[in-house]
């Protein structure tokens, strides 16, 4: 990979919880190679309190419908 490569990036959810939800992103070169890999863990929280609470209904729909 050098600077001016062109790249795709694919997202993938890999688990929604009640809570938090899983993405997976895999990061391919021009031929399709895979270069890079991310998973992440996202936490629903509270502004105020920043406690944990539940994934709001409209995130929870958007995720499993565009990446489920």
């Given at each position: ?5 062109t790249?795709?990036v694919?997202?993938?959810l890999?688990?929604a ?52």
């Open positions: 990979m050098r600077l001016g490569d790249l795709a694919q997202v993938t890999e688990h919880g009640r809570t938090s939800f899983i993405l997976c992103f895999r990061i391919l070169d021009d031929t399709g190679r895979e270069i890079g890999a991310v998973r992440t863990v996202q936490v629903a929280v509270d502004a105020g309190s920043w406690r944990k609470r539940v994934v709001p209904d409209e995130l929870r729909q958007a995720l499993t419908s565009r990446l489920g």
